[in-house]
């Protein structure tokens, strides 16, 4: 994967709108489930390309060290040949003077060559460790908006489960409503009414029909007297009360 790749897959993930792409999903849950398998497989694609990228860098500054080691070490060399041609020249060995002269310059060549070599590969170390720096902050902001993302998934899961056993709630409080008349409940009330009805009305029929009853028993008492009055009449006695 390049580094453009990892720049535009980070900026891109890190610029979701994770509220916006919920309320256009169908199923929130499903769709923050996948947002979590995505980020997550995301993370981990960029972490083993930053990973290669600063074993690229690590191994650029390390090949650097070691160019700047041999920089050092041909100038040493140049140093004890440029000392040892001084020593043979001051013992009148010119020849041997100027062979070891010869050596320090080549020692010397060397040290530049290698000194322009690093010149020209530190802007690369630079530019690649700030490379590096930006993908690291990019693949700390994915992982932030990861834990954002897992976050809001378990609050949404959470809050749905909750307002589905409300609604379940609410559903079966009213399908036993008694006072919705359309109700079983509502129905097998107005039959107990009727019957509570018919049994007053049978009761009070009852009652009627006793007094009636009462009241023949006493127009049979009443008559009885007049006629016990009237045989006493009628065998000279007079028209008062009777005495025992």
């Given at each position: 994967m390049s580094k453009q790749s990892i720049f535009g897959r980070i900026s891109t993930l890190i610029r979701a709108n994770v509220n916006s792409l919920i309320d256009q999903a169908e199923d929130p849950e499903k769709m923050l489930?996948?947002?979590?398998?995505?980020?997550?497989?995301?993370?981990?694609?960029?972490?083993?390309?930053?990973?290669?990228?600063?074993?690229?860098?690590?191994?650029?500054?390390?090949?650097?060290?070691?160019?700047?080691?041999?920089?050092s070490d041909w100038g040493s060399k140049a140093l004890a040949a440029?000392?040892?041609?001084?020593?043979?020249?001051?013992?009148?060995?010119a020849a041997g003077a100027d062979k070891f002269d010869n050596l320090a310059k080549i020692a010397l060549q060397r040290q530049v060559q290698t000194e322009n070599e690093i010149k020209a590969i530190?802007?690369?170390?630079?530019?690649?460790?700030?490379?590096?720096?930006?993908?690291?902050?990019?693949?700390n902001g994915m992982?932030?908006?990861?834990?954002?993302?897992?976050?809001?998934?378990?609050?949404?899961v959470a809050r749905s489960k909750?307002?589905?056993?409300?609604?379940?709630?609410?559903?079966?409080?009213?399908?036993?409503?008694?006072?919705?008349?359309?109700?079983?409940?509502?129905?097998?009330?107005?039959?107990?009414?009727?019957?509570e009805a018919l049994s007053a009305g049978k009761q009070e029929l009852s009652a009627s029909s006793l007094d009636a009853q009462f009241e023949s028993l006493e127009d049979i008492g009443e008559l009885?007297?007049?006629?016990?009055?009237?045989?006493?009449?009628?065998?000279g006695g007079s028209a008062g009360s009777l005495e025992a």
């Open positions: 489930d996948q947002l979590v398998r995505d980020y997550t497989n995301n993370i981990a694609e960029a972490e083993s390309a930053i990973a290669e990228t600063i074993g690229q860098l690590r191994l650029l500054e390390r090949d650097t060290a070691e160019d700047k080691k041999e920089a440029s000392r040892k041609g001084d020593e043979l020249r001051g013992s009148g060995d530190e802007p690369q170390i630079q530019q690649q460790q700030v490379v590096v720096d930006k993908l690291k902050d990019g693949l992982k932030v908006k990861l834990d954002q993302l897992k976050s809001k998934r378990n609050e949404l909750v307002a589905d056993a409300q609604n379940k709630v609410y559903d079966a409080v009213k399908s036993v409503d008694v006072l919705d008349p359309t109700s079983e409940l509502g129905r097998f009330e107005e039959k107990v009414r009727r019957q009885t007297e007049v006629e016990a009055r009237l045989a006493a009449l009628k065998s």
